[in-house]
């Protein structure tokens, strides 16, 4: 059984094929980040045209010598994300499960991160709790198994990848900033800045980050001169910051659930501080830390296809189910 996965809701635009007994078997993807970076974020109308123009050398790319013919469902992400970008992947999904008769299944794009180390991990078993951070998105979910996910904290205002990214912009980096700050920190002293760990000891699961962001903010602009000893020093102290709550969350949430796996998802999960930090709970806290490859951290039709091939598709019929917002718990 064959599904091809279709992911548009964003800045990528990506093409996968799972099969039900080998994995992962056809792969494409395009990404707009260059396109992008010169305005400083995705521009939603210039995502939607590039999705558009893209997307059949993406299908073909990611087909390569597998026939079209082959495939046995189609499934795409109906949302969250860009209403535009989300109905180009939505018409183009409809276009080829009319063509080839076959069945057409909506994904959210959270579950798709949520389940995507499942794709790779066969020993991988539900329950388990999943730290998603992405650059819209900032929770703690315990996913009980296929379909039931409780969100167990979420931020209350920033996620995490846009303060990474606001953070970067504070410091004249490129844009998407995540990856830059954490290059640059790698070099910096994460104790120079004494900067906040917002909620850190609430009682709950919940998160803030616009505080942290704030006070990068006032610091930057004390600086006369933002050499770039000062910037690795930023940013490994903002770094360190954000990864001291993400830690501690995570700690609360397995003594919470007393889950004995922990997995993290999401463009953030690609960071190898916050990677190494995470996996250093494994001993002392008795779990397992899984992690998705690099490349199925960020936005990936991998991960939209393998969710696809868990689904039902009798309910499904032609008709628009792209929404900007979808709430895990209103699957
Ligand atoms: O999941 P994703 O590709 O797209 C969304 O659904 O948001 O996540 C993109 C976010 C961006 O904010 C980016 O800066 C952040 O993930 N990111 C990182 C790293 N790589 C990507 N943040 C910190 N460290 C990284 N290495
Ligand atoms: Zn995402």
Redesign the pocket.
């Known amino acids: 059984m064959k599904t091809l996965g279709i992911e548009t809701?964003?800045d990528?635009t990506a093409i996968a094929i799972y099969d039900c007994e080998e994995g992962i078997i056809g792969e494409s993807i395009h990404s707009q980040i260059e396109m992008h970076a010169e305005y400083g974020g995705v521009v939603p109308e210039l995502a939607s045209r590039d999705h558009c123009s893209k997307i059949v050398e993406v299908l073909n790319n990611a087909l390569d010598d597998i026939p079209l013919e082959s495939i046995d469902k189609i499934a795409y992400t109906s949302g969250p994300g860009l209403l535009g970008a989300l109905l180009i992947g939505e018409s183009f999904a409809q276009g080829l499960s009319t063509a080839l008769n076959i069945p057409l299944i909506p994904v959210n794009?959270l579950e798709g991160?949520l389940m995507s180390p499942m794709m790779e991990f066969s020993e991988l078993q539900m329950p388990f709790i999943c730290l998603l951070v992405?650059?819209?998105?900032s929770m703690i979910v315990d996913v009980k198994e296929k379909g039931e996910y409780e969100i167990l904290g979420q931020s209350q205002d920033d996620?995490v990848?846009?303060a990474?990214?606001k953070v970067a912009k504070m410091l004249d980096l490129p844009y998407?900033?995540?990856?830059y700050?954490?290059k640059l920190a790698v070099s910096g002293d994460p104790k120079a800045y004494d900067f906040p760990r917002p909620m850190i000891n609430s009682n709950n699961l919940d998160m803030s980050f616009s505080g942290l962001k704030t006070s990068v903010l006032y610091t930057v602009q004390k600086i006369d001169d933002l050499n770039d000893n000062i910037k690795s020093d930023i940013a490994a102290s903002f770094q360190s910051a954000v990864v001291d709550v993400l830690v501690e969350k995570i700690k609360k949430a397995v003594k919470l659930t007393n889950r004995s796996s922990v997995i993290i998802a999401?463009?953030?999960a690609?960071?190898?501080f916050?990677r190494k930090e995470i996996k250093n709970l494994e001993h002392k806290n008795g779990i397992s830390v899984y992690y998705p490859s690099m490349k199925y951290?960020?936005?990936n039709a991998a991960m939209i296809a393998f969710v696809g091939s868990k689904m039902s598709h009798e309910k499904y019929d032609i008709k628009s189910n792209a929404r900007a917002r979808w709430p895990l718990n209103e699957l």
């Open positions: 809701s964003c990528e794009h991160h992405s650059g819209g998105h996620a990848g846009e990474f990214d998407p900033g995540g990856p700050i954490e999401g463009g953030v690609a960071n190898n916050l951290c960020t936005d």
